[in-house]
C-alpha cells in the first residue's frame, strides 16, 4: 500500500524530494505560455545529440496528427538546437542537468504544465509509434474510438528493428524513413509473462526480441522441439490476452527455457494524461487506476543504425542508463554478433505493412477496432504517410 501512495504522490508532486522548482529541472527559471492548438497529439521526446534522427522523428509524428511537439534536449553538442528552433511546432526545453537524475521529472513536469486530458505519446527519437491502421488511418481517429470506449492509455511493444546487413555495412540517412535502411523484426524471439500489479498496470511484461537473442544471457537447458512451439504458442506477447488451457502452469514450466537479463519491451506510451493518477513512474508500467485499451500500438525502435557502436562505448562512461548501463556492458561484450555478421535468423521478417506486427503476434488489435477500421476505411482515402516510405511490399 505505501508503494502505491508514494507512485500517486510523485505523480501529483513532480517537484517531490530536491526538486523544487523549475530552474532545478531545467536551465530556465517559469516554463513559458504556449498556445496549443485545441487538437490533435501532442509528443514529448527526450535528446541528446540526435540530429542523425530528429528529422525524419519530426516528420513521422506529425504525419500521424501531432499537433506540438516538447523536445528536452538534454545538453546536446551537435546541430540539434539549431534545428529545433526552425520548426514551428516544435518547443525546445535546454537543460544540462543528468539524465539519469531527472529523466522522469522532465517528463511529470511537461505533462503536469501542458498535457493535462490530452492524448500524449512519450517517445524516444529512435522510436516510431505505429498501430492498427497506420498510416491510412490518421491516430486521432483511433483516439476518438479509444475515447468512446473510455480508455486512457495504450499498450505499444518495443519491436527493435534491424538491418539484415552487418552494423559496419549499415548507412541511415538523415530524413530518410527509418524503415528503408531497417526494416526487419523478430517474430519468435519475444514473450510476455505475467507479474504481480504492484499498483502498476500492465500486470505482464514483454521481454526479448533481438536485443535479447543477442547480448542476453542463454538458459542452462537449451531448448529443443516442440518447446520452442509451445513457447511461441503460449508466450507470443498477442497471445497474453488469450485465455489458453494451462496457461499459467505451461508458462512456470517455460520460464527456464527464456533468455535472462533481457530488454524491457513493454511500453504505454500513448496516455490521455490525468495527473491525479496517471502516474509516469516509467513508461514501462503506469498506474494501476489508468484504464488501458485492449488494443496495442507498436513502438519500432530503431537503435541499429551506424551510430550504434558509438553510443554503447559513449554509455559505458555516461553510465546514464538503467544500472549504471548495466545492458549497454553487453552489447560491448556482444558487439561482434552484429558488428561484422547479419544479425538477421530464421525468424526475421520484413516488415511490409502495420499488419504484419500483429499477425505474428507481437502487438494485439480487437475485433471490435477492427471493425471500427472497417468503417474508417469506407470513407474517403486519406493519403499514405510519408512516414511509410521505404516499407516494400
Not at 58 to 79: C, K, M, P, Q, W
Not at 218 to 232: M, V
Not at 287 to 295: M, Y
Amino acid at each position: 500500500m505505501w508503494g502505491f501512495c508514494f507512485l500517486a504522490t510523485q505523480s501529483l508532486n513532480w517537484w517531490a524530494g530536491a526538486v523544487t522548482s523549475v530552474r532545478d529541472l531545467f536551465d530556465f527559471d517559469e516554463f513559458p505560455k504556449i498556445s496549443l492548438p485545441e487538437d490533435g497529439i501532442i509528443v514529448i521526446t527526450r535528446a541528446r545529440n540526435e540530429m542523425l534522427r530528429l528529422p525524419f522523428f519530426l516528420e513521422h509524428y506529425r504525419s500521424i496528427g501531432a499537433s506540438h511537439i516538447f523536445v528536452v534536449d538534454n545538453d546536446s553538442t551537435d546541430d540539434t538546437a539549431a534545428f529545433l528552433e526552425t520548426q514551428p511546432d516544435v518547443t525546445r526545453f535546454h537543460t544540462s542537468k543528468l539524465y539519469k537524475q531527472f529523466k522522469r521529472n522532465w517528463l511529470l513536469a511537461i505533462l503536469n504544465e501542458y498535457c493535462t486530458d490530452r492524448w500524449t505519446i512519450l517517445a524516444d527519437t529512435d522510436e516510431q509509434f505505429v498501430y492498427p491502421g497506420w498510416p491510412e488511418t490518421k491516430l486521432t481517429d483511433l483516439t476518438a474510438y479509444w475515447d468512446s470506449v473510455g480508455a486512457e492509455g495504450v499498450i505499444a511493444p518495443l519491436i527493435d528493428m534491424y538491418s539484415d546487413k552487418p552494423l559496419v555495412d549499415v548507412d541511415y540517412r538523415q530524413g530518410d524513413p527509418f524503415l528503408s535502411t531497417c526494416p526487419y523484426f523478430d517474430t519468435t524471439s519475444s514473450w510476455a509473462i505475467t507479474r504481480s500489479p504492484e499498483g502498476r498496470t500492465p500486470g505482464f511484461e514483454v521481454r526479448g526480441g533481438i536485443r535479447g537473442r543477442l547480448f542476453g544471457i542463454p538458459p542452462k537447458r537449451r531448448e529443443l522441439f516442440p518447446l520452442n512451439h509451445l513457447r511461441n504458442l503460449y508466450l507470443a506477447p498477442a497471445h497474453i490476452h488469450r485465455r489458453l488451457p494451462l496457461r499459467d502452469y505451461v508458462e512456470r514450466r517455460l520460464k527456464r527455457f527464456l533468455y535472462k537479463q533481457c530488454p524491457q519491451l513493454t511500453k504505454v506510451p500513448l496516455i490521455r494524461w490525468n495527473p491525479t493518477y496517471s502516474e509516469m513512474w516509467s513508461v514501462h508500467r503506469i498506474d494501476i487506476r489508468t484504464r488501458l485499451a485492449d488494443d496495442w500500438g507498436a513502438m519500432l525502435h530503431f537503435k541499429f543504425f551506424q551510430d550504434f557502436k558509438f553510443r554503447v562505448e559513449e554509455e559505458l562512461t555516461r553510465q546514464a542508463y538503467y544500472a549504471n548501463g548495466l545492458e549497454y556492458k553487453a552489447y560491448y561484450e556482444g558487439l561482434e554478433k552484429i558488428l561484422h555478421q547479419s544479425p538477421a535468423y530464421s525468424g526475421s521478417m520484413k516488415l511490409s505493412s502495420v499488419e504484419d506486427v500483429y499477425t505474428f503476434r507481437q502487438a494485439y488489435c480487437s475485433r471490435e477496432l477492427q471493425k471500427y477500421l472497417k468503417h474508417l476505411a469506407q470513407q474517403p482515402h486519406v493519403t499514405t504517410s510519408p512516414s511509410q516510405k521505404g516499407v516494400v511490399a
